[in-house]
Structures are given as structure tokens and as C-alpha cells.
């Protein structure tokens, strides 16, 4: 495997590694959202990495070794020399749903020897949970996922993903990861804790929250936010919320990515169904640091090699918590992984990964994700 790193910046590209011609790698792009909107900002990307697969994806933070990046553009050209790769991508506005999107993504991409999938998507329209349940509906080989929705800093307005073209909003790219010398593992965890008062959801409908112990949803959240509710819906990613759904053994985290001040309504970025109890969470920068070593604890568990490169997707309301001190969960990663494996990535809206021990994918809020690869 070769990899090649640049970061654009004032006009210029600044390389972490000695910059070379590479043999058709996968190029990642992760940018803040105002700058991939620039024509002459893709144009040089395009001329300074002049390769057939390119996949953009705006960001709410980007990760480049053992640093976190604002309003910058970061590139990754990764060439494999003993496996493949195979892209498939669609677009959410022209799908009936989330669901629908992700079957039709699983079923463009070739079945035999598939590794690994992982998930670019945008992070505005789509439902996360659905768009992984319609991956997993013909997963009969029990691939692995991992990814995460695209993110638009602390605005909310819109995402950007593309494979090939021009940035746009619905879009979402899946990388399938081929071959038998390949080894890629991945994993998730958050660090943040639960407080308060269990309540009971009593009425959603897929990605969008309405009721909680028969109230209106988004009366009761501002009712325990006080002051912070004016700074809605940014403030909600400091108070995410812990969902315990019936039949689930594991809870898993959602952060509010809209509300509806008519509706009285909160939207996520994934499921929140209805009997589920229901409780505010909250955490600190040492906790957040913690969570992120776990993770990467439980993604090397399983690594038989030294991973050659980490794709870490971390959720903006880790970073939002940790402000400045941002780069120890970073830091903390490398410390477990290997300060030698090469890292990319971007804070999120949403992140996806095998929940803790378990085979199935599912989205997270407020975690750091892992995918580690090796040839």
C-alpha cells in the first residue's frame, strides 16, 4: 500500500509524505463545505491529483495525523497494491427513502471476495438508520460497515458528497474493499454518560421525535436545556440523548440535527422509535478522551498486522465539548494504534460502525469511529 497526503492551504499544497505518481489509487477528500462550493478549489485538486476516483465529502472538521484541521482541505491517495476497490454512489433526492438507497447502493457493488464497505454519505437528508438497514437487507456474507454523514461545521445548512463530479447535496459514495490480503477491522465508542430522569418516547416516526411521556418533545428538551434552548438546534450537541429501543440489548446515542418549532419536533440523524426510554446525556473532555482510546482498543483487538492507514469519523459534539483541546482524542488513538499508521478523517454528523462486539452495523451520535486497513 501506498499512500500520499496534501493539504491545501492559501493557495498552496503543503505534502506530509514525499509526493510521488501513484498507480489508480482512491483519492478521499474531506474540506470544509464553503470551500469544495469554489470551482477553483476542485480544479486544483483535480490537477494536483489527476486520478480516475475521487470522492469528496464536506466536513465539521478534518484529521490529518495526529491533527484536527477548520476551513481547510485535506487529501488522501491511497494506492493498493495487493487488493481493489470498487465505488458505487446515488443520490438520496432521487430515491423514495433512505432504505430504498442503501439496497440500491449494496446491489451496485460486486458481491465476491468484498471485504469491507465504507460509507461517505451526506448528512442532511438521509436517515442513517434506515440507509444501513437497507445495506444489511441482502448482506448475506455479513460484510462489515463502516463510514460516516458528512457534516457542514456548527451551521446545519447542507452537505457535501461526490464521487467523480462536483459537490452536491444528497449524495451519498460507497467504497467496496476487495481481496484476500486485506485486513480491515473496525470499531466505535463514546464516552459520554447518561443523567437525569428515564423517559418514555410515546410517539416518532422514523428519524423525527414528537412526544416523550405524551409531551411535545421539543417543549420538554428546552424545559431541561434553560438558556441553552435559544441556541438551538447548535446547543443540543452538547446534551445528546441516550435511546434504549425494545428488543435491543445496547443503547445507542442521537444527536438532534433539526427541530420544528411548529411540529414541536426534534430531527436525528437516525431512528428513534416509539417505547423507547429515553434519557439526556453529557461529558467531559477526560471522558471523551477515554472513549476514544477504547475504541481503538477494540479495533486492533482483532488486527493480526500493523494497520498501514486509520480512517477515524469523530461526531462534532465531541469536538464542540473538547474546543481546543480537540487533538488528545487524536492523540490517544495513535498512542494505541501505532504513532506509524497514517490517519484521515473528519468530524461528522453521524457515525457508522459494528456496535461494540456485536456483527451488526448500526449509526452513532457523540462516538469516535475506527476503520484500520492493512494489506
Not at 442532511?124 to 462489515?144: M, R
Not at 423525527?208 to 405524551?214: A, M, Q, T, W
Not at 441553552?228 to 440535527?257: C, Q, W, Y
Request: charged share 20%.
Amino acid at each position: 500500500m501506498k499512500i500520499v497526503q496534501a493539504q491545501y492551504t492559501q493557495n498552496d499544497w503543503k505534502y506530509f509524505q514525499p509526493k510521488q505518481k501513484l498507480n489508480n489509487p482512491l483519492v478521499l477528500v474531506f474540506a470544509e463545505r464553503c470551500l469544495l462550493q469554489q470551482n477553483k478549489i476542485i480544479a486544483s485538486i483535480k490537477k494536483e491529483f489527476p486520478y480516475q476516483h475521487i470522492i469528496f465529502g464536506s466536513t465539521a472538521g478534518e484529521i490529518v495525523g495526529n491533527q484536527v484541521y477548520d476551513n481547510s482541505v485535506s487529501v488522501t491517495a491511497i494506492e493498493f497494491e495487493k487488493s481493489f476497490f470498487k465505488i458505487s454512489r446515488a443520490n438520496i433526492l432521487a430515491h423514495n427513502d433512505s432504505f430504498e438507497l442503501g439496497k440500491a447502493l449494496f446491489e451496485q457493488l460486486p458481491k465476491e471476495n468484498l471485504q469491507h464497505i465504507f460509507i461517505i454519505s451526506e448528512g442532511s437528508f438521509v436517515n442513517g438508520s434506515a440507509l444501513i438497514n437497507g445495506l444489511e437487507e441482502n448482506n448475506t456474507q455479513n460484510i462489515k460497515i463502516s463510514g460516516g454523514l458528512c457534516g457542514d461545521n456548527e451551521r446545519f445548512e447542507k452537505t457535501l458528497v461526490a464521487y467523480n463530479e462536483t459537490p452536491k447535496e444528497g449524495e451519498v459514495a460507497i467504497i467496496g474493499l476487495y481481496g484476500d490480503s486485506l485486513e480491515v477491522t473496525a470499531s466505535s465508542c463514546g464516552g459520554w454518560m447518561p443523567f437525569g430522569s428515564e423517559r418514555t418516547i410515546t410517539k416518532s416516526k422514523d428519524n423525527i421525535l414528537y412526544e416523550i411521556d405524551g409531551l411535545p418533545a421539543l417543549d420538554l428538551y428546552k424545559k431541561y436545556l434553560g438558556e441553552k434552548a435559544l441556541d438551538l438546534p447548535h446547543s443540543a450537541l452538547l446534551f445528546p440523548l441516550n435511546i434504549k429501543a425494545e428488543g435491543k440489548d445496547l443503547p445507542v446515542v442521537r444527536t438532534i440535527l433539526n427541530i420544528d418549532e411548529d411540529e414541536k419536533s426534534m430531527i436525528f440523524a437516525g431512528d428513534i422509535p416509539e417505547q423507547s426510554k429515553v434519557q439526556l446525556m453529557m461529558a467531559s473532555v477526560d471522558a471523551i478522551v477515554v472513549g476514544a482510546g477504547e475504541a481503538a482498543k477494540k479495533a486492533m483487538q482483532n488486527q493480526k498486522n500493523k494497520p498501514q492507514i486509520a480512517l477515524l469519523v469523530s461526531c462534532i459534539g465531541r469536538k464542540l465539548v473538547m474546543a481546543q483541546l480537540t487533538e488528545e482524542e487524536v492523540e490517544e488513538v495513535l498512542d494505541i494504534i501505532g504513532a506509524q499508521t497514517l490517519t484521515t478523517g473528519f468530524y461528522s454528523y453521524g457515525e457508522i460502525a459494528p456496535f461494540q462486539s456485536q456483527d451488526s452495523c448500526e449509526l452513532h451520535n457523540q462516538t469516535m469511529t475506527l476503520t484500520l486497513i492493512s494489506e
